[in-house]
Each structure stands twice: as structure tokens, then as C-alpha cells.
């Protein structure tokens, strides 16, 4: 029996034994291979494959609601798994506004993009793993490299509910990265990079060597600048980075449960009006299409803002019916986790202004943020956290900067825009899309 005829008769197990109990439910299993390589001094250091499968149920009974999970199919691990969850919902408080909502959903990620066949060899495999650390400690100054590697999974989704719903997804994932750690003159810099795609051709692991090379080389001399407020433009890796450290403000789940700082804001102005973002279900070549939410509703486009008021925020049935809004289709659970919200693809939308005109003057360039989630709060919007980056003056870098730490406030930063680039930049990961940002005043401390 094949592994999805397998998973797909535990589904079946499941629900016809909640639905026998009086209760509703929905079901995600999944199942994968994953295959990664790592080097040390020449040699594979790691050489690991692994697979695994997982199932896990909602169930809903007399308005309550609970979650449980099994990695055996075993009828009886399966039973087991009811039973917990049923006993867990016991004990939850009655919600109203939980149900199993989504009605016969037939969906199929049918997109060859994303499931590509792979027919390179084991030995092609090893040779781009071994070239990743031998690329670096190539370089000049005798770098070294402590991180680095490539890995492959392939996985299937399939989720289904007592509703008649039925959905189910596969996909196939490369990736490669490597850091370098240059020592000179009783200084030290680290920094890398990552490539990822959906073919084993994509990957693209000179730019990992030479962009983590390059970096820690330009930031190696790299010293504090003057304390006192910049102007800022923050690279599209690490500008991802802030965003997802207050990815709460799109949250309905923090919404519903009074946490949000924009719950009450929609329709209003709450970023520049050079700023919109949506949420898109699929971008060219994006690490995160799939055809539905963990739900099984059909995954849709979302504009979040548009030029700086806030259209909606992200819904799944739950958040949707207690708040009374539209269900975005943002569903996102895992076998193991309960339900929530999350974004696919953030793209931000271009502005109007040249290279020239956003990069005028003097500002910061930051390319790398430490701490950023432990240095911020998401509920006021202030941050900060580590930084290094460039001085850079009419688009040029003048000074490397180290050991600096900026902070602001988040929902404020969105307010000061200078301009927005014409260019859509995209981050390493694929899933996050940006022009360059100029924010007009940030707060440094330096020296």
C-alpha cells in the first residue's frame, strides 16, 4: 500500500469513529522524506535521511474544542488519539464560534512548479555540498566555514473533514546555504546566504559563497557610527525579518483575542500612503503556494493595506465568525499545532521613485539584525536590536558599521516613509517581497 493510500485510510479511520461519537472534526495528515548534507574539512560531516508521517484531528463536540496527534497509523494509536482529544474537549470552555465550516472542498495543488521530478544523482548532490565549504575556505584571508549545507524534502498534505471536505498537496523543496567566518588582525566577521527552489538546478550556491564571503569581508573593519537619528534603508532579507517580528498587527487570531494593536483600526490610516502589502496565494517561483488553507477553503489573494489604510486582517472561520469579518482563507495548523492565522507570500507593493531619489543623501543600509524578535514588542511597536550595515551617501557604501542598535517604534516607522523604489526586490526564503524603503528617522546608538 502506498504511503497515501495509507494516510488516506487513517483519515477515513478518524472520522468515521468521531462522527460515530457524536462529534465533528477535521484531519490533517502528512508525510515526508527529507535528505540533507553537511561538510567539514573536506568531508561530509552529516549525510542524514529521514521520513515521517503524522496525523492529527480537531474535534469539535458541544461547542468545545480540542486537538490531538499521532506519528503511528495504527488503528489503535489512532483510537488513542480520539480519545484524548475527545476527553481534552471535556474540559474547554464552550465557544460558540468553533465549528467545522468548510464544506465539501475538493482541492488539488495540481501545479507541476511545485512537484518537480528529480533526477540528479546522490554523487551530484555530495559534490555541491563539499563545494559549498571548499568555495569559502578558497577565499582570501583563509576564511573558514562552520555553516554550511543542502538539503531536500518531499512532502504530501492531506487534509479532510466531517464535512465531506477532501484536499490534498505535494511538493519538492531544495535548498543550499553557507556562512563564512573571516579572523584578521584579532577581528571577526560571520555572514552568509541562502538559496532555495523548487529544482535541484535553481539552487545557486556560488551566490551563497561569494554574498557570505563578500559581507563578512565589507563588515570586518566595520566600527559604530555616532549616536543619534538616521535616516534608514533596512536590505529586503532583513526587512522581512522586522515585519515578521510584528506579524501580530495582521493577526485575527490576536484580534479576537484583544492582543492586536489594529483591531480596531481597519479602514483607517495606519502606514504612509506610499505603503500597501498583500498577501498572495501564489507568486512565480514563491516556497509557499498551496491551493488551500488548513481548512480546505480555496487560498486567496489578501490586500492587507492599501496606500496605508488597513483593508483586513488575516481570518480563518474561527476568527471570521466571533469578529463578524469575511474568512480570508488564512487557516494554518499542523498536525501537531492548534488553529491560527498566517500570511503566504507578503509583497509590497512598488512606489514611483527612482534608485537615484530613494538612495539621495546619506542614510543607513542595515543588512543584518540580531535579536530582532526578543528585541521587539509587538504589541506597542517599539524595538531594538542589534545592527550592522553600511553608512552609505548617493547610493554608494562609505563606512562599514558594527556594533550599533537600532530602535523605533514600528507602527510609527510605517508612518515615516520617504520613498518607495520601483524595483520588487525578493528575499532568499521567496517569500517575501519588497522595493527599497526609505524610512526617514530611526533612532541609532552608536558611539
Given at each position: 500500500?502506498?504511503?497515501?493510500?495509507?494516510?488516506?485510510?487513517?483519515?477515513?479511520?478518524?472520522?468515521?469513529?468521531?462522527?460515530?461519537?457524536g462529534?465533528?472534526?477535521?484531519?490533517?495528515?502528512?508525510?515526508s522524506?527529507?535528505?540533507?548534507?553537511?561538510?567539514?574539512?573536506?568531508?561530509?560531516?552529516?549525510?542524514?535521511?529521514?521520513?515521517?508521517?503524522?496525523?492529527?484531528?480537531?474535534?469539535?463536540?458541544?461547542?468545545?474544542?480540542?486537538?490531538?496527534?499521532?506519528?503511528?497509523?495504527?488503528?489503535?494509536?489512532?483510537?488513542?488519539?480520539?480519545?484524548?482529544a475527545?476527553?481534552?474537549?471535556?474540559?474547554?470552555?464552550?465557544?460558540e464560534h468553533?465549528?467545522?465550516?468548510?464544506?465539501?472542498?475538493?482541492?488539488?495543488?495540481?501545479?507541476?512548479?511545485?512537484?518537480?521530478?528529480?533526477?540528479?544523482?546522490?554523487?551530484?548532490?555530495?559534490?555541491l555540498?563539499?563545494?559549498?565549504?571548499?568555495?569559502?575556505?578558497?577565499?582570501?584571508?583563509?576564511?573558514s566555514?562552520?555553516?554550511?549545507?543542502?538539503?531536500?524534502?518531499?512532502?504530501q498534505?492531506?487534509?479532510?473533514?466531517?464535512?465531506?471536505s477532501?484536499?490534498?498537496?505535494?511538493?519538492?523543496?531544495?535548498?543550499?546555504?553557507?556562512?563564512?567566518?573571516?579572523e584578521?588582525?584579532?577581528?571577526?566577521?560571520?555572514?552568509?546566504?541562502?538559496?532555495?527552489?523548487?529544482?535541484?538546478?535553481?539552487l545557486?550556491?556560488?551566490?551563497?559563497?561569494?554574498?557570505?564571503y563578500?559581507?563578512a569581508?565589507?563588515?570586518?573593519?566595520?566600527?559604530?557610527?555616532?549616536?543619534?537619528?538616521?535616516?534608514?534603508?533596512?536590505?529586503?532579507?532583513?526587512?522581512?525579518?522586522?515585519?515578521?517580528?510584528?506579524?501580530?498587527?495582521?493577526?485575527?487570531?490576536?484580534?479576537?483575542?484583544?492582543?492586536?494593536?489594529?483591531?480596531?483600526?481597519?479602514?483607517?490610516?495606519?502606514?504612509?500612503?506610499?505603503?500597501?502589502?498583500?498577501?498572495?496565494?501564489?507568486?512565480?517561483?514563491?516556497?509557499?503556494?498551496?491551493?488551500?488553507?488548513?481548512?480546505?477553503?480555496?487560498a486567496?489573494?489578501?490586500?492587507?493595506?492599501?496606500?496605508?489604510?488597513?483593508?483586513?486582517?488575516?481570518?480563518?472561520?474561527?476568527?471570521?465568525?466571533?469578529?463578524?469579518a469575511?474568512?480570508t482563507a488564512?487557516?494554518?495548523?499542523?498536525?501537531?499545532?492548534?488553529?491560527?492565522v498566517?500570511?503566504?507570500?507578503?509583497?509590497?507593493?512598488?512606489?514611483?521613485?527612482?534608485?537615484?531619489?530613494?538612495?539621495?543623501?546619506?542614510?543607513?543600509?542595515?543588512?543584518?539584525?540580531?535579536?530582532?524578535?526578543?528585541?521587539?514588542?509587538?504589541?506597542?511597536?517599539?524595538?531594538?536590536?542589534?545592527?550592522?550595515?553600511?553608512?552609505?551617501?548617493?547610493?554608494?557604501?562609505?563606512?562599514?558599521?558594527?556594533?550599533?542598535?537600532?530602535?523605533?517604534?514600528?507602527?510609527?516607522?510605517?508612518?515615516?516613509?520617504?520613498?518607495?523604489g520601483?524595483?520588487?526586490?525578493?528575499?532568499?526564503?521567496?517569500?517575501?517581497?519588497?522595493?527599497v524603503?526609505?524610512?526617514?528617522?530611526?533612532?541609532?546608538g552608536?558611539?
Open positions: 500500500m502506498s504511503e497515501q493510500a495509507k494516510l488516506q485510510k487513517a483519515i477515513e479511520h478518524v472520522l468515521n469513529s468521531v462522527q460515530g461519537q462529534a465533528e472534526a477535521d484531519v490533517i495528515a502528512s508525510g522524506n527529507s535528505f540533507s548534507l553537511k561538510a567539514n574539512k573536506g568531508e561530509l560531516d552529516e549525510y542524514k535521511v529521514t521520513s515521517g508521517q503524522v496525523i492529527g484531528v480537531r474535534v469539535i463536540k458541544d461547542q468545545r474544542v480540542a486537538t490531538s496527534y499521532s506519528e503511528s497509523l495504527e488503528p489503535a494509536s489512532l483510537d488513542l488519539m480520539i480519545k484524548n475527545l476527553e481534552s474537549a471535556r474540559f474547554a470552555k464552550v465557544d468553533q465549528q467545522i465550516s468548510c464544506l465539501n472542498s475538493k482541492i488539488s495543488t495540481d501545479m507541476d512548479e511545485i512537484h518537480q521530478p528529480d533526477s540528479v544523482s546522490v554523487d551530484e548532490k555530495i559534490a555540498a563539499l563545494s559549498l565549504e571548499q568555495g569559502v575556505v578558497n577565499k582570501p584571508f583563509e576564511p566555514s562552520p555553516y554550511n549545507g543542502y538539503g531536500e524534502s518531499e512532502s498534505l492531506l487534509i479532510a473533514n466531517t464535512q465531506g477532501f484536499c490534498e498537496h505535494k511538493e519538492r523543496s531544495f535548498s543550499c546555504y553557507a556562512y563564512t567566518l573571516l584578521k588582525d584579532g577581528k571577526q566577521s560571520m555572514d552568509g546566504a541562502s538559496s532555495c527552489g523548487r529544482s535541484f538546478s535553481e545557486k550556491p556560488q551566490f551563497c559563497i561569494d554574498h557570505g563578500d559581507l569581508n565589507d563588515l570586518l573593519e566595520g566600527e559604530p557610527v555616532a549616536t543619534g537619528s538616521y535616516s534608514v534603508i533596512f536590505e529586503v532579507d532583513a526587512l522581512s525579518s522586522l515585519l515578521g517580528a510584528f506579524g501580530l498587527c495582521f493577526s485575527g487570531v490576536g484580534a479576537m483575542k484583544g492582543v492586536n494593536p489594529w483591531r480596531e483600526k481597519l479602514g483607517q490610516q495606519v502606514a504612509s500612503p506610499l505603503f500597501s502589502i498583500t498577501d498572495k496565494a501564489y507568486v512565480e517561483g514563491g516556497m509557499n503556494i498551496c491551493a488551500f488553507d488548513s481548512e480546505g477553503y480555496a486567496r489573494d489578501n490586500q492587507l493595506i492599501e496606500k496605508g489604510q488597513l483593508q483586513t486582517l488575516l481570518h480563518n472561520s474561527h476568527t471570521a465568525k466571533s469578529l463578524e469575511e474568512n488564512s487557516a494554518s495548523r499542523g498536525a501537531k499545532s492548534s488553529l491560527d498566517a500570511p503566504r507570500h507578503k509583497v509590497i507593493a512598488v512606489g514611483s521613485s527612482s534608485h537615484a531619489e530613494v538612495t539621495g543623501g546619506e542614510y543607513l543600509e542595515l543588512v543584518d539584525l540580531a535579536g530582532v524578535h526578543s528585541g521587539a514588542d509587538a504589541i506597542s511597536g517599539d524595538f531594538s536590536f542589534g545592527a550592522s550595515g553600511f553608512l552609505c551617501r548617493d547610493g554608494k557604501r562609505v563606512q562599514p558599521v558594527r556594533g550599533i542598535t537600532v530602535a523605533g517604534n514600528f507602527y510609527k516607522m510605517l508612518n515615516e516613509i520617504d520613498a518607495m520601483s524595483v520588487l526586490e525578493t528575499s532568499q526564503s521567496r517569500n517575501f517581497y519588497a522595493p524603503i526609505r524610512f526617514s528617522r530611526l533612532s541609532i552608536g558611539k
